[in-house]
């Protein structure tokens, strides 16, 4: 069965670092276009960024472009969110999701992880 598991979420002081990790079992991250996204209390699950399954591709929301960075790593079969520069509006639950397809759309992610709380404080 597929499971993903968010981890590296926490407290951090605007303009500080955090680098959350996804790690998946039940599919490879390899063969999976690999995705991040994020909620905020009473708001929708918006899109990250994404990564495609050869990890040649990515594409990220204009709102964290330049300050975040995917990545996959897939011998130890974990995808990445490198986030710097941070800003309290980054607040927010983030979930670590795989699908089929390329895309920013978030219902085309087939699977989902619990997420993890980032919380940037001013």
């Known amino acids: 069965q597929v499971q993903l598991v968010e981890s590296g979420g926490g407290l951090v002081q605007a303009g500080g670092s955090l680098r959350l990790s996804c790690a998946a079992s039940?599919?490879?991250?390899?063969?999976?276009?690999m995705g991040w996204f994020r909620q905020a209390p009473g708001k929708e699950r918006d899109f990250v960024a994404t990564i495609s399954g050869s990890g040649g591709t990515t594409y990220y929301a204009d709102s964290v472009k330049g300050r975040f960075t995917i990545s996959r790593d897939n011998a130890k079969n974990t995808v990445y969110l490198q986030m710097n520069s941070l800003r309290p509006e980054d607040t927010a639950v983030y979930y670590c999701?795989?699908?089929?397809?390329?895309?920013?759309?978030?219902?085309?992610?087939?699977?989902w992880g619990q997420g993890t709380q980032v919380t940037v404080s001013s």
């Open positions: 039940g599919l490879r991250v390899s063969s999976y276009v």
């Open positions: 999701a795989a699908g089929r397809f390329y895309t920013v759309v978030r219902d085309t992610y087939g699977y």
